[in-house]
């Protein structure tokens, strides 16, 4: 699928004069580029296995993490807090999930890591801007590190008939959310017309998003014999998946435009940072990891 | 390369903003703001090899000389010019000393602003600036700024915390014959804060 992206994106590039379209090019060249990166250090996590994919979405949660408390205006009174976040609360999470502690996994973060936030942040004794300072650090650790941590978790995902196959569920998974991000771009580039949120993001329209939503639940459901689902149940899922995804890139455009910033970091060159990769991901991976367990894990 | 510059890099994912000038092995002092003792640990990490093997920072002798792992780190790990900060004589008076790396050929990171500033604004700069700049009036100052290193290590902190920071090197400038030393370090001060807004 890259290949032919790649090779289309060539292609367009030399037959395409026009400054605006070159632009447009350059964009989804660099894009695929950038995906070429990823799904090569995803095949390597594959093939290390289990653990492998747990350290390498660990990974993932520590650059997320890195750039999101970077953009939010932690003070000096937080840095303790933020310690723990760091070094201790997001490698727990994953560990949790490596030893199939399930039953704490689902309820480490918003139970006890909720509540340690404000006490640690209270024994640290600085009362300023207090409650809006402790929810931020309280997001950044949902957003970066719960979320995020589904994705590894649908590994571990057995339905009957389905066992150990949970590597063919994150892949869909992952292949779902991301190619609704593309196609939503696509489509939105080729017939946008009606914006949908213009003071959120600017780049969202109507025609993208139901032509990329649409294109991205009908490869889905292309794509059930990956899964324990039949077709029209793969596409139901590919459907939420994508309606979270949407959602998570929204609300996290609106993040960035009360930060007063354009891309959230500069790690992967044209992508502007792990965030703006994970951000339809960390949306769509609890409810898809629910959804599957709910109706499919008995 | 060094594993400890990368490993610091990695760390801070620290970007380097070459505005006014380019990453060339020429001798140079870069002069930037001080915000924590992580700063020259940054700067000097986001150094290209070929500049950083030829580059002493200047630390405080007053905080790295306590303890024997911060000793070993400044001395034998980074290789910082010790400064003495407090009791300024003669003897040890660090522009005799900072001169002297200059002679070696060694380029120089400097903070004129002489002590680490709380706020993002530039206090004033000690002097000593500009009687390095007069005795080699044939190296460029570089103004350095240096972003969010404040957050990695704040004052009174002693683990880092991973926060994205850059460095940005602005243009160079030279003292003019006949600037007097006010006019001098108010100039160099504002190319720095210009720096800021690159």
């Known amino acids: 699928m890259l290949g032919t992206a790649s090779l289309i994106g060539w292609i367009l590039s030399k037959l395409l004069k026009d400054p605006k379209q070159q632009e447009v090019v350059a964009n989804l060249n660099s894009r695929t580029n950038a995906w070429w990166v990823m799904v090569v250090t995803f095949f390597i996590a594959i093939g290390l296995g289990r653990k492998g994919s747990i350290i390498l979405f660990c990974l993932v949660s520590f650059l997320a993490l890195r750039e999101f408390i970077t953009l939010t205006p932690t003070t000096r009174g937080d840095h303790r807090v933020l310690f723990w976040v760091f070094f201790v609360l997001n490698p727990i999470q994953y560990l949790l999930l490596a030893i199939n502690w399930v039953s704490l996994f689902l309820i480490f973060i918003p139970v006890y890591a909720y509540l340690w936030i404000p006490i640690r942040n209270a024994i640290a004794g600085d009362t300023n801007d207090f409650l809006a300072r402790t929810a931020k650090i309280q997001w950044a650790l949902m957003v970066c590190v719960y979320f995020v941590s589904y994705a590894p978790a649908l590994l571990d995902l057995h339905a009957p008939g389905y066992e150990h196959q949970g590597a063919k569920l994150l892949c869909f998974f992952v292949f779902v959310v991301q190619i609704s991000d593309v196609l939503q771009y696509v489509f939105g580039k080729l017939f946008g017309k009606h914006k949908i949120a213009p003071l959120v993001s600017p780049n969202k329209t109507v025609e993208g998003f139901l032509g990329g939503i649409g294109s991205a639940v009908a490869l889905g459901a292309s794509l059930y014999w990956m899964t324990p689902f039949n077709p029209w149940q793969a596409a139901l899922m590919a459907l939420a998946i994508t309606l979270m995804g949407f959602a998570g890139g929204l609300v996290m455009s609106a993040i960035k435009r009360d930060r007063g910033v354009k891309d959230y970091g500069v790690l992967i060159p044209g992508h502007g940072g792990m965030m703006d990769r994970i951000d339809s991901l960390c949306f769509a991976a609890p409810i898809f990891y629910h959804l599957t367990r709910f109706f499919f894990v008995h | ?198």
Request: a positive charge; aromatic letters at 10%; hydrophobic letters at 40%.
């Open chain 2, 1 to 198: 390369m060094n594993p400890i510059a990368s490993t610091l890099q990695l760390f801070t994912g620290v970007q380097a903003r070459w505005m006014g000038c380019a990453p060339e092995p020429t001798q140079r002092i870069y002069f930037a703001n001080h915000t924590s003792h992580f700063d020259f640990l940054v700067l000097w990490s986001v150094l290209p090899d070929k500049l950083r093997c030829n580059t002493t920072a200047v630390a405080a002798k007053d905080y790295w000389m306590k303890g024997p792992f911060r000793k070993w780190l400044a001395l034998k790990v980074f290789k910082v010019a010790l400064i003495e900060r407090e009791n300024v004589t003669r003897k040890n008076n660090p522009v005799v000393q900072l001169k002297a790396v200059l002679d070696r050929g060694s380029s120089l990171i400097i903070f004129p602003e002489g002590t680490r500033s709380f706020d993002r604004q530039l206090h004033e700069f000690k002097s000593g600036i500009y009687h390095l700049a007069r005795s080699r009036s044939d190296v460029d100052l570089v103004p350095t700024f240096l972003d969010n290193c404040n957050r990695v290590l704040p004052k009174g902190e002693f683990i880092p915390l991973p926060m994205l920071c850059s460095v940005t090197f602005g243009t160079p400038i030279r003292l003019q014959p006949k600037e007097t030393k006010e006019e001098f370090l108010n100039r160099a001060r504002l190319a720095l804060e210009e720096c800021a807004k690159l």
